[in-house]
Every structure is written in C-alpha cells, then in structure tokens.
C-alpha cells in the first residue's frame, strides 16, 4: 500500500508532460487521457481510505544527524479525506470541460495546466515538510494563475 504514495504526484505530473505531445496527435486523446488521469486519482484515493499511516521516502535518503532531508510524503486519515475531495473535485471538472473548453482555449494546454494543478494540489495535502509544501503550492499557483 506504502506504493501508493507517490502516485498522486507522479500520475498528474507524468501526464501534464506528456499533454502536449498527446495534442498533436489526436483532439480526442487529451480529453480521455485527463479523465482517465483523474479518475486514477479519485481509485487511488478511495484505496487509501482505510489505510494506516504510512510514510513514503522519496528517493530513500536517510536522516543525517537526526535531521531529515530529502522528500517526505505522509498519508494519514486527515490527508485522505482531502486527498478524496480535492480528486472528485478534479475529476468532476475534468468531465465538465469536455465540452466547455472546446469553444475557449487549446485543450492539450488546459490539460497541460490542469494536471499540474492537481500535482501541486495533491502534493501540497501529503508533504510531510515545509519546504515541499511551499514548493508544491507553487506549482499549484502557477499554474492555476496561467
């Protein structure tokens, strides 16, 4: 289950990169690939639900005289009830601008955005410290501001 983890991250921010690339290929692509993105992350969410407390090591650093370094993101009850509203709420938009985004902006960009947004939003709700929270709200701005 500790595997989980960084699927919330890694999923939005793996398809965000790949967006543009996608939208040259297809128009329908993006459109699927975002609600499929989303709706990963709503099951991913809803596995964690009875999940105990777990904390995930990015890159396996060790602490260094007691003081940890590197990333760390914990899940516990409050960080999964967030985790599951912040995903609905990312997918049921996502579903909505199927057809709201066709006659406003380039879909693989809003895609694109939208993907980072979720990253830095579900980053932001499991960072285990103040810098990777500062950084995940970051991108989640940014990108909520382009």
Same mark, same amino acid.
């Given at each position: 289950?500790? *595997?989980?983890?960084?699927?919330?991250? !890694?999923?939005?921010?793996?398809? #965000?990169?790949?967006?543009?690339?996608?939208?040259?290929? %297809? @128009?329908?692509?993006?459109?699927?690939?975002?609600?499929? #993105? =989303?709706? +990963?992350?709503? !099951?991913?969410?809803? #596995?964690?639900?009875?999940?105990?407390?777990?904390?995930?090591?990015?890159?396996?650093?060790?602490?260094?005289?007691?003081?940890?370094?590197?990333?760390?993101?914990?899940?516990?009850?409050?960080?999964?009830?967030?985790?599951?509203?912040?995903n609905v709420?990312?997918?049921?938009?996502?579903?909505? %601008?199927? *057809?709201y985004m066709?006659?406003? =902006?380039?879909?693989? @960009?809003?895609? =694109?955005?939208?993907?980072?947004?979720? !990253?830095?939003?579900?980053? +932001?709700?499991?960072?285990?410290?103040?810098?990777?929270?500062?950084?995940?709200? *970051?991108? +989640? #701005?940014? !990108?909520?501001?382009?």
């Open positions: 289950m500790n *595997e989980l983890v960084p699927l919330f991250v !890694a999923i939005p921010l793996g398809l #965000a990169f790949l967006m543009p690339l996608v939208g040259r290929l %297809s @128009r329908l692509l993006p459109d699927l690939l975002g609600n499929i #993105a =989303t709706l +990963a992350l709503v !099951a991913v969410s809803c #596995a964690m639900i009875n999940s105990p407390m777990m904390v995930y090591k990015v890159g396996g650093w060790q602490p260094v005289n007691g003081v940890p370094i590197g990333i760390y993101l914990v899940i516990d009850g409050l960080s999964v009830l967030l985790l599951l509203i912040v709420i990312g997918f049921v938009v996502s579903v909505y %601008s199927i *057809e066709r006659n406003y =902006t380039d879909k693989p @960009r809003f895609y =694109t955005l939208f993907l980072l947004m979720m !990253a830095g939003m579900n980053g +932001a709700v499991i960072s285990g410290d103040m810098f990777n929270l500062y950084v995940f709200l *970051e991108v +989640a #701005a940014i !990108a909520s501001y382009a």
